[in-house]
Structure formats: structure tokens, C-alpha cells
């Protein structure tokens, strides 16, 4: 068994070098790549993908399975295993077991089509016309179905996306979860429209990109991200990628004219970089030394961008910082009010810009939208006004063009359908972390705001990092927090914040 | 046949798809990798090194050779076949032959170590330390031996590692016309060292990068390099790399207190790209859309560089749009200072800072130090010394640093041995295709002038880029040229030169 062990290893290990070289072929797309290197680039990952998928569904792992006891009955293997090995069996299985069920051939044709949708939809962006977009996001949502047909499903196919991120989650889980959020978030809402809105003037101030650079530049290794294992560079969309285990990348936006954009898209993607890095070492380019899901690495961007960098304290300790950083872009500003305008909530068009309270309903429209694209209820054709009535639906407003609605997301020019739900359930599992984390450690607020964030890090090392892909969610938020997940401790979170920021 | 060559060429593309990803791994870890990403990026390397060998060392391709009527004794294959597919069958069995001969396990665990091996050599450099870098140039020597002993040589293993680089040639060949070439630079040397020299104190003068960098933005468009296929970056040594056909990336060094050496080593590398992005695209994804040999794609850089870039009607049209990109910094100068100072020559201790005159003799020292180091006359550990006695010998300098002599180079620290010589052959290459392109378009002297670089280009295009790897060298020049490679073009060149530079 020592030997299978070490065979299964040292494939899993060369598909997460593959990983990292995938990474880079994209990470160079995104920021440095001259535009007519894209030819070249789509049948590089293609080729990359291909030979990751060929590796991974060899013959020889089958028997490599099979000695070590594993089986769809039993994918923790032998009893007699210690326990992190058994647990790594699970997580290689259903990674392994939805790998073989995709065809090389449909691996290698998406991952080709993914290049060049990826580049239309910038260009279709850029342009605001839907129409350069268009067929190929038919293309994508037919290879969804085409993957969620291979892949098996209980109910609906769109249950077999949705697991590929959350292992288990399924449309109607989903639904109900979001149908509570969605009730909590409307009346809070309701209960901010009543009261006078806050003057964000003074974030829409014109500040130059090399003064935002410098704050951002500030945050990142002031929350414990090593500079030495990353980078910080500007792309379209902000990502964070994993290159090597010591070499975890993000990106960010700069807008002129609302420079707390890159600091939110900054702290939400270190936070994600953080938990990267914070991966158990021991396993490494193993599945196990992968995050638990979407969902919690998402809990992880949102608690660091949310929880922390939006509350008063921390900007009782960074505040000087930021004007200096900025100066003079916001030398007549205090405290009180930069914070109340960083918090102002108002229904908006672009979900990486929206506020804590309109977010998850921006993640709801999205997941209301790909059911019925996925379930036939949709016509890719018609996705423009559908976005635009469910927006007037959810959140009161009308997005005036297509760049402002629905072509402002990446995911879906890359395939990935299913992705977005985590991003709302990310906030839950997040308010629920610190929920247990304060219960350990005390008030958060005398940390947050003398900049003193090892302790914080160290408990989410502890807690969720180092565990990798040890539990599955369900399991890591009830380890955790002693109870499932639940919509509760994110409404009671901003329920009490908001009651601040509007006076309530 | 038919399908035999399709075969063929599907395998061929694939190994250049992987050179592609290899070029990108590189040219990231010389600009942008955090330097923690290290570890992983060795192992990255050589899994894709070790893939490209597996692919193109396959079972399959022995039977499609022969099938193809392809052998050693008749590597252009079945008379039958069009003359453009029979060079590419000869140029495909001259890699694959090479390629055969080394051992998978071999090409895996050299390309760790030359990836372990840069990163010591750009630390030795930094801290001046050649103990360093020591116990990895003795590995690379080592491997270079092993290389030489698998692949077979005539006479002398470092035979072997010539022929890699350019066809056919040998060590007793080299020696034979860098011995011509020594006496003649030596010669012209003596009669500039008994003229006054130039003041060139103007190129040394304090100017900030951004100025440079403006400035190298503006050459490389000029001289026909499109951007959007291309890129500029800073790295310690400059280099050109090829990610895709129509990816080819530059990257240059900006010194403060040397405009010059921006100046040159970005007009250097755009000559290589150039003659990248021009090869057959018919053919690209093939051995028979690389280039011809190492020296002949030398040959195009310092064409640009020196022939062009360092000619009295270059500066003549583009003096003034040089003195507006670095204002204020050589608001005195004139042009005739400016183009004798730019041509100063000077025995000095870095070869990419040579002028043309020295240049070739630094080649021609490490052609000596490393056929020593091959045929075990000198020990690695001497290297320094040994170093420092040629220069000494040859420019009658002794470098104060091993930064400044053994350290320079990247070469060694890429296992690259057997390289250096082709850079003194490309200038005579350029020199002899500069009088085949005259005897054509007449003297170059208004193209130069007004900017009109496309004859220029169309010509290069025309005779040396678009044959790609159709052509031996020696065919090649004889094909261009009508006769063999000489060291007359070169030295006629120089000595016309400088007799106007020093007044003669």
C-alpha cells in the first residue's frame, strides 16, 4: 500500500505542476500576453489540459485505487491508514472520479474554445455589443451541459455543476438557502432606504493609479502576505492564481475615479492568496493541499475584505496611512466619514463593486439566470434583457448597457457555470468563522485596529488552511463552528453594522 | 506519404507548442516570478523539457521516417517529395537524431539543475561571489560532457557541442578563421590605439530609465517590430524568447549611468525578434520555421545593432528624436560627437557593452576558456584566474571583480556551452550579407537616413528569414552570398569604419 501511496503521490503531483504551468499560460493571457499571442496561447492550455486530463485518467490508477482499498463505497480506502491519508483517498477520488468521466477529446476541444470566448468577451466588453459575445457563450453553456452529462447528476444537470465547486450542494439547497438570505437582505435594504443616504463624494475623487499602487502595495504583506511568494499587477478582472506553492499571484483594478475599489479588490484577493500559502506544506501539489471548496475560499477573500477592511477599527489604524498613501486626494476627509462612505450601500450595476448588503443579490440574480440557461427556460439571445429585468427585480435598477449588466463577469466566457453561488455562500460561511473565531480569540476590534493581524491569520491558518482539502465544507463548518451552515450570523453581522452606518 | 509527413508534423508541432510554454516558463523567471517560485518552476521546467523529449523520441517516429524514405545516408528522404518538404525532412532528422541520443532521465535532471544553476549564477553576480556559482558550473560542465558523449562527436567531444549550435562546425575550423580574425582586429586595434581617443563622457551622464525606456519604444517600431506580437521588459541580461509564433518577447537593461547600453541591447534583441516573426509561417510550428543556425540569427541582431544602429545616417535621421526623449540630458551634444562617442572603442570587461571591434576578441576568449574547460586543461575552480590572464592576453585588461569577468554571462549558467562562438560568426555573417543586400538595393546610406527601414527588412525577409531552417549556414551564405563565410566582409567593414571614427 506504502508504494501505491507513493505512485498516486507522484501523479497527483505532476498534474498540480501541470496546474501551475496552466496557471501561468493564463495569469501571462491576462496581464503581459501580446494580442496576437492568443492563437498560440489557446493551444497551449489546450495541449497543457489535455495532457493534465490524459495523466490523471491513466490506466494505471484504477489498480493503484483498488490496492489501497478505495471505492465509490468506500473512497477514504483502508481502514488501517492513518487518518490524513484517508482523507486524502476522498478528495483524490472525487477529483479523480469526475476526471474520467470527461473524454480527453471534450477536454481538449473546450479548453480551446475557453481561449478564444475569453478574448471575445473582453473585446465584446470593451466594445459594449453582446452580440461578439454571443455565440460563444452558446458554445459555453452547451459544453456545460455536455459536462454535466458526463459528469452525472441526482435531479437536474445544473446539480452537477454546482457540486463541481460545493461537494454536494445541489439547485433546490441552493434556492432554499438563498430564498432566506434573499428575505433578510430585502428588509435590511428596506430599513437603509428609509434612512438618509451617506455622501461618497469623496471616494469618487480623481486619484492617480501610482498613489492607489502604493496603498495597495501597503495592505498586501501588512495582512501577512509574503511578497516573496507573490505578485501584484493589474488586469481586467481581479484574480488570485496559484503558480507553485510559493508563488500565488493577484491582480487588481485601478479606477481613477474610485480608488476604494483597489483596495477592497486588493484586500479580497490577498485574502485568497493568504489561504494559498496557507495550504498544509506536507501535501503540497496534492489535492489534499488544495482549498476545502469555492465556497470557503471565497469565505476567506470576503472576511478579509469585508469583516476586516471595511470596519471601523481597522480604519481607526489605517486611515492616516490611506491619506498620506493618497495625498492630497482626500486630505478634508475624517475618519467617521471616510468610513460611512466606504460602507455606503446602494443598489449598483457591477457586482465586484457592490456593497456588503446588495451583493449576494447581484450572486442570486446570477444563479436564477444559469438555471434557466441550463434548464432551457433561457435563450442565450435573450440573456441581455433577462439580466436587465431581474436587476430591476432584485435590486430596483436597470443597468443602461450590456458592459454595465451582463457581460461584466468573466466566469462564464470561461466555462464556468455553477461558480457563482459560492460567492454569497462565501459570506456565510465568512460571518460564521467569526462567529468561532471571536468566541476563541474575544473582540476582534483591538487587533484590527493596532494592525496586529498575526493572531487573526494564525487562526485561519489553523482552522481552515492547514486542514486543505481534509473535510468537505459541510464537515470543515461544522468542525469549526459546532453547526451547519446557516444564513444567520451573516444577516445578524450586517443587521448590527448597518444599524451603525445608517443610524437605525 | 502523405499521412506519414501530416504525422510527422503533428508531432513536431506539439514539441513547439512545448517550446512555447518552456519560453514562457523562462522568460517569467528572468522578469516577473516572485523569487520564492523558484522550486516549483525547476520541476515545471522539466516536466515539460522531459514531455518534449518523450514526445519527439517516440516509438512512432522511427517507421514514419523510414516510411518517408528518410535515413542518415538520405536525411532529405524519397526524391519524390517537393524540395521545400525535403529540407524540412532534414532539418526534422537532424533534431531528432540529436534528440534520441539523450536519455530521457538525462534531459529531466539537467533542466532541474540548470534552473537551480541560474538562480546561483544571478546570486554569485549580484554578491560577487563566484563560489557560488562554482559547484553548478562544474554540474553544467559536467552535463556538457555527458551531452557531447551521447550525442558523438569526430574528433573532440566539444565537436559535438558546435554542431548543435551550427551545423558542421568544428573546433579546428573555429580556431582556423578566429585566428584570421584575431590578427586582423588585433591590427586594426593597434592603429586606433595610436590615435587620440574619443571623449564619450555625454553617454555616461546620469538619465532616468523612464527616458531610456521611451526611447527603446520608439526603435522598436521603427525598424518594422510589431507590437502587437512583441513585448519590452527589463532582466539582468537582455534576451529574445519565442512563446508563440506570433509572441516573440524582447527584453533589455537599463543603466543609469549608460543610455547606450539600452539603446543597443534593444536594437540587438529586436533584430532577433525580427527575424523570428519573419520565418516561413507556412511552416511555423516546425523545425522548419526556426532559424538557420544560432550565428545566423546573431548575424541579424548585430546587423541592426551595429550596421544599422551604429551608423552615421541611422543618427543622422534619428539624433533628434533621441536628444528629445532624454531632454535634457544631451541638449549640447551634436551629432558627429554623439555617433563617435556611440562608436568609441575601448578594451573594456563586459562583452554586451563591447564595441565592434573588441567584441569578437571577448568571444574569442570564451571559445578558448571552454575548450579547455571541455578538453580538462583548466578546472572550473581556475576559471576566474584564468579569466582574468586571457583578458589580460587578448585586451591587455584584467577585470577588478568576477562580476565584471567570469559572471557576466548567462550562458555557462544554462548549460549552454559551445554557444559563444556563433556570436563573433554572426558579425561576420552580417557583414557578408550587408555586401549581398548593397549589391542589390545599392548603398543603404538614405534608407538609414529618412527611416525607411522596409527594403531593408523586405530584403532580409526575402533571403534569410522566410527560408527559415531550409538552408545549412554554409548553404545559406553561399545561396545568399555566392560564396563561403569570411572574415574579409567583416574586417573591410571595420577597418572602412573606423578610419573615419579615429581618422585614419
Chains 1, 2 share one sequence.
Not at 327 to 350: M, Q, T
Request: proline residues 5%; contains cysteine; charged residues 25%.
Amino acid at each position: 500500500m506504502k508504494d501505491a501511496l507513493q505512485r498516486l503521490k507522484a501523479i497527483d503531483s505532476e498534474c498540480h505542476l501541470f496546474a501551475g504551468i496552466n496557471a501561468l499560460l493564463g495569469w501571462d493571457q491576462e496581464t503581459y500576453m501580446p494580442p496576437k499571442g492568443l492563437d498560440a496561447r489557446g493551444e497551449q492550455l489546450a495541449l497543457i489540459e489535455g495532457l493534465s486530463h490524459e495523466r490523471l485518467t491513466g490506466p494505471d490508477i484504477p489498480a493503484l485505487l483498488a490496492s489501497l482499498g478505495v471505492s465509490e463505497q468506500n473512497p477514504m480506502g483502508d481502514p488501517s491508514l492513518d487518518k490524513d491519508t484517508r482523507s486524502y483517498l476522498r478528495a483524490f477520488y472525487r477529483m479523480w472520479s469526475r476526471e474520467v468521466k470527461l473524454p480527453g477529446d471534450f477536454v481538449r476541444e473546450r479548453a480551446k474554445a475557453v481561449s478564444l470566448s475569453q478574448a471575445a468577451w473582453a473585446d465584446a466588453r470593451a466594445k459594449n455589443d453582446f452580440s461578439l459575445f454571443e455565440p460563444h457563450l452558446e458554445k459555453m453553456i452547451g459544453y456545460a451541459k455536455r459536462e454535466a452529462a458526463y459528469l452525472g447528476y441526482g435531479e437536474r444537470p445544473y446539480d452537477g455543476l454546482l457540486d463541481l465547486y460545493e461537494a454536494g450542494l445541489t439547485v433546490q439547497e441552493t434556492r432554499q438557502i438563498f430564498s432566506k438570505l434573499k428575505a433578510g437582505l430585502v428588509s435590511l435594504l428596506a430599513k437603509i432606504g428609509s434612512r438618509p443616504q451617506v455622501d461618497d463624494c469623496a471616494l469618487k475623487r480623481s486619484c492617480p493609479i501610482e498613489k492607489q499602487e502604493a496603498f495597495s502595495r501597503h495592505l498586501m504583506p501588512l495582512l501577512g502576505y509574503d511578497l516573496e511568494s507573490g505578485r501584484l499587477d493589474p488586469s481586467a478582472h481581479p484574480f488570485t492564481t496559484s503558480i507553485g506553492e510559493d508563488d500565488i499571484r493577484i491582480t487588481t483594478r485601478y479606477l481613477e475615479n474610485d480608488f476604494g475599489s483597489s483596495i477592497s479588490s486588493t484586500i479580497h484577493e490577498t485574502g485568497h492568496a493568504l489561504y494559498e500559502l496557507g495550504l498544509p506544506r506536507a501535501w503540497a501539489r496534492t489535492v489534499m493541499g488544495e482549498a476545502c471548496s469555492t465556497a470557503v475560499h471565497e469565505s476567506q477573500s470576503r472576511f478579509w475584505e469585508n469583516i476586516v477592511g471595511r470596519s471601523l477599527p481597522f480604519w481607526k489604524g489605517q486611515f492616516p496611512r490611506l491619506k498620506a498613501d493618497l495625498s492630497p486626494v482626500i486630505e478634508d476627509v475624517d475618519l467617521e466619514g471616510f468610513y460611512r462612505a466606504f460602507n455606503k450601500v446602494e443598489p449598483s450595476y457591477i457586482r465586484v463593486d457592490a456593497d456588503e448588503v446588495t451583493y449576494s443579490l447581484h450572486v442570486i440574480l446570477r444563479f436564477e439566470l444559469e438555471s434557466d440557461l441550463m434548464e432551457g427556460r433561457l435563450k442565450v439571445a435573450d440573456l441581455p434583457s433577462a439580466w436587465n429585468l431581474k436587476m430591476k427585480e432584485l435590486l430596483g435598477i436597470s443597468p443602461p448597457s450590456d458592459a454595465l449588466g451582463c457581460l461584466q463577469d468573466i466566469h462564464w466566457s470561461m466555462g464556468a457555470v455553477g461558480y457563482f453561488p459560492g460567492y454569497a455562500l462565501g459570506n456565510l460561511y465568512a460571518a460564521q468563522f467569526t462567529q468561532a473565531m471571536v468566541a476563541e480569540l474575544g473582540p476582534l476590534e483591538s487587533y484590527l485596529e493596532t494592525g496586529n493581524f498575526t493572531p487573526i491569520l494564525s487562526w485561519l491558518r489553523r482552522n481552515i488552511h492547514e486542514r486543505g482539502a481534509g473535510l468537505l465544507p459541510s464537515e470543515l463548518v461544522k468542525e469549526v463552528c459546532g453547526s451547519a451552515l446557516s444564513h444567520e450570523p451573516f444577516l445578524d453581522y450586517l443587521n448590527k453594522k448597518y444599524a451603525g452606518v445608517y443610524g437605525f
